[in-house]
């Protein structure tokens, strides 16, 4: 069975930082790309960031560009999403995404639309 468990979230000032992490089971995620999104409460669901397998590629929304990275460790069949400076606008529950089919590259934001294998989420909130 396909699942996707992340984990990381909680409570931090603005200014700083968390770290997510995704773990895959019931599949070797390092043929797939994988991503990050998050829903804030009565807005929509948004891709944020979305990682390629095989060269690493990356894409981010410009939300959170220059703030946060992503990154694999296919051993730990695990993907991370490291988020610093963080903001009250970044609180939000952040979901990991597999695709439900081989689909192994991020080329740009469109990527986001393929990635529909959800975990159950991590609430992640930025208040001082």
């Known amino acids: 069975q396909v699942q996707l468990v992340e984990s990381g979230g909680g409570l931090v000032q603005p200014g700083g930082s968390l770290r997510l992490s995704c773990v895959a089971s019931?599949?070797?995620?390092?043929?797939?790309?994988i991503g990050w999104f998050r829903q804030a409460p009565g807005k929509d669901r948004e891709g944020i960031s979305c990682?390629?397998?095989?060269?690493?590629?990356?894409v981010f929304a410009d939300s959170v560009k220059g703030r946060f990275t992503i990154s694999r460790d296919n051993a730990k069949n695990t993907v991370y999403l490291q988020m610093n400076n963080l903001k009250p606008e970044d609180t939000a529950v952040y979901y990991c995404?597999?695709?439900?089919?081989?689909?192994?590259?991020?080329?740009?934001?469109?990527?986001?639309?393929?990635?529909?294998?959800w975990g159950q989420g991590t609430q992640v909130t930025v208040s001082s």
């Open positions: 019931g599949f070797s995620l390092d043929h797939f790309a």
């Open positions: 990682i390629s397998s095989g060269d690493g590629s990356t």
């Open positions: 995404a597999a695709p439900r089919t081989w689909y192994p590259s991020c080329i740009d934001e469109r990527a986001f639309h393929f990635l529909t294998n």
